[in-house]
């Protein structure tokens, strides 16, 4: 959770990396766990020869060599692996260094950083031309269609969703644009969606000024739900005395992925118990 905290503080932007079609046998690195699954996804992770600490999902993801930590990564071992392919989730200072020491080998470096979530089937279908696996990436990306399309949203008007991040200290999401996407879709809007930061640290006078309708979780777990519950609603916040305090699976909601598709699943139906509740 610190990772995904300092990894949206950094960000300055949200791009798409542009995939084109490549070696037939490629020798992968991927730089985030978000990568790592959109390769199984593509059809390719068995091509993966490195990847980041994070990276267990899927489970044989966990087999896989490590190169760093998400944030921090060791040039020599990623060179020492012979990489056709590098892919990381965002640019920084640590990947634009990484990406000068392997433009001389002609290795490129790309980034897997969706902005919607009908991005997501997109950036499985590039890598699945890139890396030869073009009838698997089809089936994936054909499927999360299909499922983002059967997302159900709560009845209007939209109501106003809180997702907690980090409880000590409080931080939640702000500027994006990839979980505000999701909200939309679901029938909710982020009260901090405006923020200057993705991952702003708030106050609890802040949450409370703005009385949200919903209360979604992350990290989730029936113990972290219940405790929270009965914080939030020490303090006077409506939307945990009334129910209407959800949890959600972290790794679903911050890897911008294919699961993050369940997460959107997962929201929705929760968006719409909230407005049935009296």
């Known amino acids: 959770m ?6 949206l503080a950094a960000a300055t932007c949200l791009c798409i990396g542009t995939v084109h079609a490549t070696e037939a046998s490629p020798r992968i690195i991927t730089l985030a766990p978000n990568a790592t699954e959109l390769v199984y996804a593509a059809g390719a992770g068995a091509d993966i020869v490195g990847t980041v600490l994070s990276s267990d999902y899927p ?15 060791s040039e020599e071992s990623i060179l020492a692996l012979r990489p056709t392919l590098v892919i990381g989730w965002q640019p920084s200072d640590v990947t634009r260094s990484l990406a000068q020491r392997l433009a001389p080998l002609g290795v490129p470096l790309i980034y897997t950083n969706p902005k919607s979530l009908d991005d997501i ?5 590039d890598l699945g031309a890139r890396l030869g696996t073009q009838r698997t990436a089809e089936d994936t990306a054909r499927d999360l269609e299909r499922r983002i399309r059967a997302l159900r ?6 109501q106003t969703v809180f997702i907690e991040i ?13 979980t505000n996407d999701l909200l939309a879709r679901c029938g909710g809007v982020n009260p901090y969606a405006d923020s200057t930061i993705p991952a702003p640290q708030i106050s609890v006078e802040s949450v409370l000024h703005l009385n949200p309708q919903v209360l979604i979780l992350s990290p989730s777990g029936h113990d972290t739900l219940a405790a929270r519950r009965a914080w939030w609603a020490q303090h006077g916040l409506a939307a945990a005395r009334t129910g209407r305090i959800y949890a959600i699976d972290p790794d679903q909601l911050h890897r911008p992925g294919p699961r993050l598709v369940a997460a959107a699943e997962t929201i929705c139906a929760d968006l719409r118990d909230s407005r049935a509740r009296p």
């Open 166 to 178: 980090s409880a000590d200290p409080l931080y939640t999401l702000g500027r994006d644009p990839l």
């Open 2 to 7: 610190r990772r995904r905290i300092l990894g």
């Open 121 to 125: 089937p997109q950036l499985i279908r």
């Open 59 to 73: 489970p044989e993801a966990r087999t896989i060599p490590r190169v760093g930590d998400g944030i921090q990564f």
């Open 153 to 158: 949203p709560a009845p209007p008007p939209p």
